[in-house]
């Protein structure tokens, strides 16, 4: 009888699973860094560098979400069996990253969309933002991540330890 007839996932679906839930942690973590550098360096008043930090970062975020949904899509999944007195708060973490994760998305595409439109504005001037018609556009974009970078920041590091519980208490879903 093969894994598909008695119900058990192949190994080579399980090696594809693991090793895209490791490009997935490795791409949502390396996302919050460069935001965080993104945050540093606007800070400093560094726009060019800033704006290619959070391409980084949107690049990245992007290549997890990918990520994810290709694993999701191969019927891979883990649940949680570790120990019964930390299966609460596990599910409360997970919960709360889900629900943010989720949020994060048209979060982080009004604050991309509202910058991208002022840098029009600005005719891809960084140095001609504070035009009339670019201002009104970054202030749009500085309103809407001061909720995207907690939020995401949140994710990438609830991201993180999800996968490390998983990764010790976790059993794979039909394996």
Request: proline share 3%; charged share 15%; hydrophobic share 55%.
């Amino acid at each position: 009888m093969s894994s598909l007839q008695d119900g058990k996932k192949p190994h080579t679906m399980v090696f594809m699973g693991e090793l895209l839930s490791l490009l997935s942690v490795i791409t949502i973590i390396s996302s919050g860094v460069a935001l965080l550098a993104g945050v540093f360096l606007i800070k400093r008043g560094e726009r060019v560098w800033h704006m290619r930090a959070m391409l980084a970062a949107s690049g990245l975020a992007t290549l997890f979400l990918v990520f994810y949904l290709w694993r999701i899509g191969i019927g891979y999944s883990k649940y949680y069996v570790g120990p019964a007195e930390w299966r609460s708060a596990y599910f409360a973490l997970l919960i709360s990253h889900t629900i943010l994760a989720a949020a994060n998305l048209p979060l982080a595409v009004m604050a991309v969309l509202n910058a991208w439109r002022g840098l029009r504005a600005a005719t891809g001037n960084l140095d001609a933002i504070d035009r009339p018609a670019a201002r009104s556009y970054f202030n749009r974009h500085r309103a809407w991540v001061r909720w995207t970078v907690p939020v995401w920041v949140y994710v990438a590091v609830t991201g993180w330890a999800i996968y490390f519980v998983m990764e010790h208490w976790g059993a794979v879903r039909g394996a």
